[in-house]
């Protein structure tokens, strides 16, 4: 049951850092319409691309440590049925 919790919550991390990425559209469209500055739209596009790249990076590490958490976990149990010195008598 522990387990299962956690791969619940690394899962949840993962589209967790899939969904934090903002999309630039959705802000410099309404910017248009209210006339902002242009150095004020290159700034919220900016900081669009640096969530980007951040949630790339969020995804690439906590897909890694549900795989390799799932890796680690596997092994043991899987492996006891055939591996275990009793299995063999």
């Known amino acids: 049951m522990v387990e299962s919790r ?3 919550e690394q899962m949840a991390f993962v589209l967790g850092a ?7 559209v959705a ?7 209210l006339a902002l500055p242009p150095g004020v ?3 919220v596009q900016a900081e669009s691309l640096f969530n980007d790249a951040t949630s790339l990076v969020l ?4 897909a890694g440590v549900a795989v390799a958490s799932a890796a680690a976990n596997w092994v043991p149990s899987a ?7 009793t299995a063999a008598r």
């Open 6 to 8: 956690a791969a619940e």
């Open 18 to 24: 899939v969904l934090a990425s903002t999309d630039p």
């Open 27 to 33: 802000v410099t469209a309404p910017g248009r319409r």
């Open 41 to 43: 739209q290159v700034l």
């Open 59 to 62: 995804v690439r590490v906590a």
């Open 79 to 85: 492996a006891s049925s055939w591996c275990s010195p």
